[in-house]
């Protein structure tokens, strides 16, 4: 079956615009949570969601939100884009949102770049 | 708060030996560990998890690794190294909050198998 999709793949924008970032969650996940990977920080958690709603947030400015639909997908979101935004947003989903053994499965990544 | 350390940045073994990617984690409770790789411009790939059960796992691509709770290690190992094993390793364990759920990862190993 289909793995974690994200969407799109690559992008550019200017400092202080915003982005949106799509993700679509394997058939049947309802937990969705979002990773930021850099060359100076690694892999940083963002936010989960569950059923439509934010379960657990990272420390993270404001500027970065997300949202997820009744069908599961999510979007997250980044206004007034600074330079220390670029990097790789990974999109994760896995089975059930309580804490679990399942596995969760990361999708091949937002590549952001800010100029 | 659960945290990981993989204290390589990087292993260098040739091609046919034994490779191992060190690990060691600090969690209260019982930990939930996970091993993933990155190749160049990809997202995480899952390789294997300890959850409960014998301390040695079996996951994808020959690789294993062997929970060890009195050393408090999860090292990956795989028993003949091959050149397309080279890429970034991750090691994580699952933080599990009252409200929700994340990984936490280690700052990553390179891999390079040479011929």
């Known amino acids: 079956k289909a793995g974690v999709t994200q969407t799109p793949r690559y992008l550019i924008k200017t400092r202080g615009q915003q982005v949106t970032l799509s993700c679509s969650p394997i058939?049947?996940?309802?937990?969705v949570s979002w990773y930021q990977q850099t060359p100076g920080q690694g892999l940083q958690f963002l936010f989960e969601?569950?059923?439509?709603?934010?379960?657990n947030k990272g420390n993270f400015p404001g500027r970065f939100s997300g949202r997820q639909f009744s069908n599961s997908r999510s979007e997250m979101n980044v206004s007034t884009l600074e330079l220390g935004d670029s990097a790789l947003y990974l999109c994760a989903s896995s089975l059930a949102g309580t804490p679990s053994g399942n596995t969760i499965y990361f999708g091949e990544g937002s590549w952001l770049t800010v100029v | 708060a659960q945290s990981v350390a993989q204290p390589e940045d990087q292993v260098n073994v040739a091609e046919g030996n034994p490779l191992t990617v060190k690990c060691t984690y600090s969690?209260?409770?019982?930990?939930?560990l996970f091993w993933y790789v990155q190749y160049p411009n990809r997202g995480l790939q899952f390789l294997l998890k300890y959850i409960t059960g014998d301390n040695l796992v079996k996951g994808s691509y020959g690789f294993e690794a062997e929970f060890n709770k009195s050393q408090t290690s999860f090292h990956l190992k795989k028993p003949s190294a091959l050149v397309s094993d080279s890429a970034l390793y991750f090691c994580?364990?699952?933080?599990?909050?009252?409200?929700?759920?994340?990984?936490?990862f280690g700052a990553g190993t390179i891999l390079r198998v040479k011929s």
């Open positions: 994580a364990v699952r933080d599990m909050g009252p409200n929700g759920n994340k990984l936490v």
């Open positions: 969690v209260s409770g019982n930990p939930y």
């Open positions: 058939s049947g996940h309802r937990s």
């Open positions: 969601y569950f059923s439509e709603t934010q379960r």
